[in-house]
Structures are given as structure tokens and as C-alpha cells.
């Protein structure tokens, strides 16, 4: 299946980071120094249940939890997995490549002894995307706080999703007013547009790779496809993901079939590819997306299978029906967050299908649950200045628009002569090129439509037009 393995909370900088209580790194010296009476070297390899393995030795274990030391990815760690998330567990191999514990890597930049060095500390970089989804939330912030991140180098970035649903701006609606799964699909559009300067942009221009990791407080909207960008998810108690129901529809319900569903899946595809990327379940997607997609589930071994059919047989548990007659959901359960047209994930829910790798309430749980335990420092970065000028810039823009609007309807053409009219018109051009010079600073965050203002086009024809009306006059 496409759950999640401890595997993922150790790579990265973790196995940089000092645990404590005895769960440090091995230093280099006693991890590579050959015993002269032992004639070959062995290891033990832990195949999870993702495919991937991890190759050295296993300190100690218990029914539930295996304590190992060794290297993943390249990377020294020492660790404690648990054994619902591996598959296989072999023992004794024979080593036939180069040493497991190898000398550390050029680039660590700093000792592996955690009591020695007190460097050895994760640097962590954390990003709180807060605000509305689309407007405080937007690509150009979150590109000037990633410069900001490179800059200082960190060893994990952790973004903080908890956008404010209660305010997205459809109609001014209240939060009572905006059910949990309110389709808000076409948003993935502003998601796509933020991922490049997570993932790929890191990939390609970071030299140092830092470990990307989500934290959802809540994650409603646009920002639900967000942290599905990383294979590492956590969940806060209370947190919530979903909101993107109901995108059938979008196209509603007459016309040809066939378009509407190559439709869907053209809508669909992207969010479902990069579920896929990041190790998760795309048959989610689909449910947490349509709310005529039927979904149920069934534990077997710890691990969730999936099955897109009502349940029929004992230990199978409905995610979503079909929404249909009967199944419907009423306005009551909506407004309570119990409808099953679509899928909206909780802590505990979201843990079981292993989509979140663990329920954290601070920063510090979450430290733990990445395995860097209490030896980190969190970087003083300017994300949180960044986001918050955004965000007043934003909101200071959406209000002097209106006013700039109707200045501009304010202004007369009259006058005696050709002059007057037309310096009348060039005061109109001086308000238009106003609101375009916003509008196209915050391209990123206001849609035009939304606020029913004039978009950077239809501010360039009223120009346009307004200059042939000067023109004009002047003959």
C-alpha cells in the first residue's frame, strides 16, 4: 500500500541531529574500526512495507519496536521504527560492499557526536501558512520566505498549515455557513503555482538539501492538496483536511458524460500524480475530491485496503458513498462535519490510513516524532515578517481598490474645451494605472472576479479606450 513508513522520519537531517538517552549517533571512530579477529563482516536489512530498506544493526527490539543503527539514503542513524511499519526483517547478511558506518559525509559540516559538539544541533526553519488560502496565502510570500530559508541553510523546514477557513472569502460567508467539505477543487490552481518553491525549486537550487516536513492544523480549501507535497504529514489534535468536495459539480449535471469525466480527469490527475510522488493513497484524492466516488476500507495486518464499493463484508468501513438520494447529505450534518459525501480527514482518521505519520501538538512532540528529540534550535528567519507584510499588504490593497474605483467614477468629463475634458480623462488613466500597479503586485492574491473589480486586462482596454477618446477631442 502507500503508507507512510517510519523510514521517512528518519531521513534527512534527523540523522544529523544528537538523540538523547541513548539513542545518539554511534561515532565514527568505534562504528569503522575492524575487529582483528573478525574473519567477515555481517549486517541486518529491515524491508518496510513502502519497498524501501535499511541496512545495519539492529540494537535491541521489543513485540512492538526495533531500535537500529545504520545508514539510510547515504545517511547514519540511529533510530527506533515500529514494526507495523516493516514488512521483513532479515538478519545476518553478509556485507559485500563498502563498510556500513563509513566515515560521515563530506558535507555534514559539523561532528556527529552529540555530547562533544554542541553544533550537532537540527537547524529548523518553520513557515506558518495562515491566513486566507489564495490571498494571505500565495505564491510570491512563500517564494521570498523560501529565499529567506536557503539563505540560513536549514536542516528541516516545517511548514505550518492552518489556514482560516471561517473567512474564505465566498460571499463573506461565516464559518457556520461553510460546511467542511465545500468544493473548493480549483484552488489546487493556487497550490500548483506555491509547490515549485517547496519541492522542486529545493531539488534543483539547494545545495543542501533540507528535510520538508508538514504540520496541519487545519487544511481546508486549496490548502488541503499542500502537504501531500511531502511524504512526511503530521497532524495537530484538532486538525482537519478536506474542502475540495463536490468538483462533479463544477461542470454541472447535464451535457455529454464522456467530456465531463476527461474533465475530471484532467482536473484529478495532477492532484492524484502527486500523491503518488510523495507515497500516498490516490483513491484519498478521488474521495476527498467527488462526491459521487464511493470508498470503504479494511485494516488487514495494520495497513489499510481500499476497496470502491459500499462495504460487504465484515471489518470494511465506509469513507464516502455516492451522495445520491438517500445518501445524501443533509444540511444538519454538514453543518456538524458529519457528511460522507466526500472525505474530510481528522487526526485520528487521517493516522489510521496512514496519511499523517503522527498526532503532535507542539513543535517540541513534533521534534520528537522526527527523531530529533529535544536538540534543535529553530533558525530566526523573517518567514513570519514576510508572510505578515503580505498579508496586511493584501489586505490594505483590498480595501483602497474600492475607494480608487470610485474616485475614478467620481471623475466628470465636462469643461468648456477640449483641454479640460482631457485632463479630466488623464486623471481617469491616473486612477486605472493605479489599481493595475496593485492589481499586478498582488496578481498572486486577488482574483479580480471575486472582489467584482476590473482585471489588469479590462483596465488595459479602458485605457486603451479613454486615450482614443483624448485622441479624438483633441481634433
Known amino acids: ?146 529565499r529567506d530559508a536557503k539563505k540560513l541553510g536549514p536542516d528541516v523546514i516545517v511548514v505550518v498549515v492552518s489556514n482560516d477557513w471561517s473567512k474564505a472569502l465566498q460571499g463573506g460567508l461565516k464559518e457556520d455557513d461553510l460546511p467542511d467539505d465545500w468544493g473548493m477543487f480549483d484552488e489546487f490552481n493556487i497550490a500548483d503555482e506555491i509547490e515549485p518553491y517547496l519541492t522542486e525549486n529545493v531539488e534543483r537550487e539547494w545545495e543542501k538539501q533540507p528535510r520538508v516536513v508538514y504540520w496541519v492544523k487545519q487544511a481546508m480549501g486549496g490548502a488541503a492538496f499542500v502537504p501531500f507535497w511531502s511524504s512526511e504529514m503530521y497532524f495537530a489534535p484538532d486538525a482537519r483536511l478536506g474542502g475540495i468536495g463536490y468538483l462533479e459539480r463544477i461542470f454541472g449535471s447535464t451535457g455529454d458524460e464522456v467530456v465531463r469525466e476527461k474533465q475530471f480527469s484532467l482536473r484529478l490527475g495532477r492532484a492524484r500524480g502527486m500523491a503518488i510522488q510523495s507515497g500516498y493513497e490516490p483513491k484519498l484524492i478521488e474521495a476527498l475530491a467527488r462526491s459521487d466516488y464511493v470508498l470503504s476500507y479494511k485494516l488487514v495486518g495494520g495497513e489499510p485496503v481500499y476497496f470502491e464499493r459500499f462495504p460487504e463484508n465484515d471489518g470494511e468501513i465506509l469513507l464516502t458513498d455516492d451522495g445520491k438520494d438517500d445518501n445524501e447529505d443533509t444540511i444538519e450534518l454538514l453543518a456538524r462535519g458529519q457528511g460522507n459525501d466526500v472525505l ?39 518567514s513570519d515578517r514576510i508572510m505578515s507584510q503580505w498579508r496586511t499588504g493584501v489586505r490594505g490593497a483590498l480595501r483602497q481598490i474600492p475607494r ?27 486612477k486605472l494605472k493605479g489599481i493595475r500597479k496593485i492589481l499586478v503586485k498582488y496578481e498572486g492574491a486577488i482574483n479580480p472576479r471575486r472582489y467584482g473589480f476590473p482585471s489588469i486586462t479590462d483596465i488595459d482596454a479602458m485605457i486603451a479606450g479613454i486615450k482614443l477618446q483624448i485622441a479624438a477631442d483633441r481634433d
Open 404 to 430: 480608487m474605483l470610485k474616485d475614478y467614477e467620481a471623475i466628470e468629463i465636462g469643461g468648456a474645451d477640449a483641454r479640460e475634458r482631457n485632463q479630466a480623462r488623464s486623471r481617469q488613466i491616473s
Open 344 to 382: 474530510t480527514l481528522d487526526a485520528e482518521l487521517a493516522k489510521t490510513l496512514g496519511v499523517s505519520q503522527g498526532t503532535v501538538a507542539s513543535l517540541d512532540d513534533l521534534m520528537f516524532k522526527l527523531g530529533i528529540h529535544r536538540n534543535y534550535e529553530i533558525l530566526d528567519g523573517r
Open 1 to 146: 500500500m502507500f503508507r507512510k513508513t517510519a523510514l521517512a522520519c528518519v531521513m534527512g537531517v534527523a540523522a544529523l541531529a544528537a538523540l538523547p538517552d541513548g539513542l545518539g549517533l554511534t561515532s565514527v571512530a568505534s562504528a569503522t574500526e575492524p575487529s582483528a579477529t573478525e574473519p567477515e563482516k555481517t549486517q541486518d536489512v529491515i524491508v518496510f512495507r513502502s519497498g524501501k530498506q535499511a541496512e545495519g544493526k539492529i540494537i535491541s527490539e521489543t513485540d512492538t519496536t526495533v531500535v537500529f543503527e545504520g545508514k539510510i539514503s547515504g545517511i547514519m542513524i540511529r533510530t527506533e521504527f515500529d514494526k507495523s511499519d516493516i514488512l521483513a526483517i532479515r538478519r545476518g547478511e553478509l556485507i559485500e560492499t563498502e563498510p556500513m558506518f563509513a566515515e560521515a559525509p563530506a558535507d555534514a559540516g559539523r561532528s556527529l557526536d552529540p555530547i562533544d559538539n554542541a553544533d550537532a544541533a537540527a537547524r529548523v526553519y518553520v513557515i506558518e501558512f495562515d491566513g486566507v488560502f489564495g490571498r494571505d496565502i500565495s505564491s510570491t510570500p512563500v517564494k521570498n520566505a523560501m
